[in-house]
């Protein structure tokens, strides 16, 4: 049973960045494609990004135009997001999520049934 931590949540101003940190109980989560995702209070769980357990290969939602960068350091067991000019938008808790095997298909999609294990979310908040 992989389990998933995020960190690095808080309140920023529109146009700020922030950085969140999903860090994973076992090494075999070098294994697993990880995703983020959000859920902001009212709405569906939306896709937000995902990389392949290599790095090597990325996919993002369509609505983010270029801001947020998804990335892992396979030494520390932990992926990254790192998000650039944050628009009030943006507010919502964030989780990240791993799946092994996961096609290509599912990936691109944002597929949340895909996903095996998840973490708690971890709340960001952007003000205008």
């Known amino acids: 049973q992989v389990q998933l931590v995020e960190s690095g949540g808080g309140l920023v101003q529109a146009g700020g960045s922030l950085r969140l940190s999903c860090a994973a109980s076992?090494?075999?989560?070098?294994?697993?494609?990880t995703a983020w995702f959000r859920q902001a209070p009212g709405k569906e769980r939306e896709f937000v990004a995902v990389?392949?357990?290599?790095?090597?290969?990325?996919y993002y939602s369509d609505s983010l135009e270029g801001r947020f960068t998804i990335s892992r350091d396979n030494a520390k067991n932990t992926v990254y997001l790192q998000m650039d000019r944050l628009k009030p938008e943006d507010t919502a808790v964030y989780f990240c999520?791993?799946?092994?095997?996961?096609?290509?298909?599912?990936?691109?999609?944002?597929?949340?049934?895909?996903?095996?294990?998840w973490g708690q979310g971890t709340q960001v908040t952007v003000s205008s």
């Open positions: 999520a791993a799946a092994r095997p996961i096609s290509i298909a599912a990936m691109k999609s944002g597929d949340v049934s895909a996903y095996d294990f």
């Open positions: 076992e090494r075999t989560i070098t294994t697993y494609a």
């Open positions: 990389i392949t357990w290599s790095g090597i290969s990325s």
